[in-house]
């Protein structure tokens, strides 16, 4: 298991690598955050139930809805109209969703390359999409009526990017390789 593994033996490689002399300022993953927006689908009922199942199963966790915050006429969007899912995960059930994105839902991606190493923000978070729900082995490519995407961020306990880069390359986060 990822954590375990992050807790025994990583965790003190990444405290070697970045020169830390205190092994409570290893950076760490705090939670994760995965957004759908189904601003498009939110007339079409059968839409936005098939991505609160899937999204459920991927997670383990019911997603909560976000609403709009305010009415804007020309994409016909009324205020407090659901317009897209967040589900967040922290502990154990973080750990074992990052253990099967990285060993299994990448492995599976079409032509995939690596995650590129230039999504990170400024406070040390990673972000990325998943174009094609179907990557993930909960899903049954027989009963899908549409592909759904969404987007995914890694909140670490670092505000440097080189730090939040160190941890998820230890972890085992695939990286594009510089030619």
Not at 82 to 87: D, Y
Not at 152 to 161: C, G
């Amino acid at each position: 298991m990822l954590k375990l593994e992050y807790k025994e033996k990583l965790a003190l490689k990444i405290k070697e690598k970045l020169d830390l002399k205190n092994v409570n300022a290893v950076p760490t993953i705090k939670k994760i955050v995965i957004n759908a927006g189904i601003g498009n689908l939110k007339d079409n009922k059968n839409a936005v139930k098939s991505y609160i199942e899937d999204l459920t199963v991927i997670t383990g966790q019911k997603p909560s809805p976000r609403a709009a915050k305010t009415a804007i006429s020309n994409f016909k969007l009324r205020q407090g109209e659901v317009i897209g899912l967040m589900v967040t995960l922290r502990g154990d059930s973080m750990w074992a969703f990052l253990e099967k994105l990285i060993n299994v839902v990448f492995p599976r991606i079409r032509e995939f390359d690596g995650v590129s190493d230039k999504a990170f923000d400024d406070n040390g978070n990673y972000n990325f999409g998943i174009k094609d729900h179907t990557v993930f082995p909960e899903i049954d490519t027989n009963r899908v009526d549409m592909i759904k995407n969404f987007q995914i961020t890694i909140v670490t306990s670092t505000k440097d990017n080189n730090e939040a880069r160190t941890l998820l390359e230890e972890i085992g986060m695939p990286f594009k390789k510089k030619q």
